[in-house]
């Protein structure tokens, strides 16, 4: 087992905090609705949803069947909910124990072909088998941790991969400090802007559960290289960034979000690397495994 630094435990008590309280409340009924209404909000979601669209690039879909899969930040557990209700074997894992309850509640109310495991506490502390896992996938989960820690992260994923296995992350991206300050001088729900209420904004920053760390494509790469040999960045959002900020109707909205996303893979990659918002990272073939 891993001793984690004092950095790395504040920071997953700082994260546990807020999101006990954010994870609390989850209505367990809007999860079970949108299960029995899967294929519609898929097409919908995939589509539209930057985090839906970059988890689910690449077909994903159709490869989860019958696939052990680890969910790392499970939070409100819509994914793995989804994952399982297409047939796959889900373990769910979050810092939150209001996470279990919503994988217990899931299991209760939903007929799935596996029930939803619920692993709590810190991925790195549990003794898990070596090439037991398909996959490892974390939806907004690694920006939330300190590099020491995630680079422990990466490390143990290596080795309780498969030969085969795939992890992968959908993550911020953060590949310009012009557009990144751009960002945080513009005030966003309950967050101020840092250029017209810097002390608002400190005070927003001091609760916030991130911690200041590198999000740039070009670390995650970095960090992929150290433990496997297969590494894909797939930049997006550098149009469908602005349509919070658009006096559209929703709906309106929702359409414009569709059409960028999909339009601006057409751009140069230099410029979608640029522009980006946000980012799929997939890691394949380990190098603490062999492979002929």
């Not at 004092?6 to 546990?16: A, G, T, V, W």
């Not at 790195?124 to 941790?145: C, N, R, W, Y």
Request: hydrophobic share 35%; net charge positive; charged share 25%.
């Amino acid at each position: 087992m891993k001793v984690i630094k004092s950095e790395s435990i504040s920071n997953i008590n700082k994260n546990r905090n807020f999101y006990d309280k954010k994870y609390k409340g989850v209505n367990v009924s809007g999860l079970i609705k949108t299960l029995n209404n899967l294929d519609a909000f898929l097409k919908d979601a995939t589509t539209t949803d930057i985090s839906w669209v970059g988890m689910y690039i690449n077909n994903f879909k159709d490869t989860v069947k019958g696939k052990k899969i680890m969910e790392l930040g499970c939070g409100n557990c819509a994914n793995v909910a989804v994952l399982a209700a297409l047939g796959a074997e889900v373990v769910a894992n979050d810092i939150s124990d209001y996470s279990g309850d919503i994988v217990n509640a899931l299991n209760e109310n939903y007929k799935f072909e596996h029930d939803i495991t619920f692993v709590k506490g810190d991925f790195t502390s549990h003794d898990l088998p070596e090439q037991s896992l398909d996959m490892v996938i974390g939806k907004a989960f690694l920006h939330h941790l300190t590099l020491a820690h995630e680079l422990e992260v990466i490390k143990k994923i290596s080795q309780v991969l498969k030969p085969d296995g795939e992890a992968r992350f959908f993550e911020p991206a953060i590949n310009s400090k012009f557009l990144d300050e751009l960002r945080w001088a513009v005030p966003m729900n309950n967050r101020p802007s840092k250029l017209l209420s810097p002390n608002a904004f400190k005070q927003w920053e001091d609760l916030d559960p991130h911690p200041h760390r590198d999000n740039s494509s070009k670390h995650f790469k970095r960090l992929g290289h150290q433990f496997f040999s297969h590494i894909e960045i797939v930049p997006m959002g550098m149009l469908e960034r602005f349509y919070r900020i658009l006096p559209f109707s929703t709906k309106t909205r929702r359409k414009y979000r569709r059409t960028t996303l999909k339009s601006e893979k057409f751009a140069p990659k230099f410029i979608q690397y640029f522009g980006a918002r946000s980012q799929t990272i997939i890691y394949k073939m380990p190098k603490s495994i062999p492979h002929v």
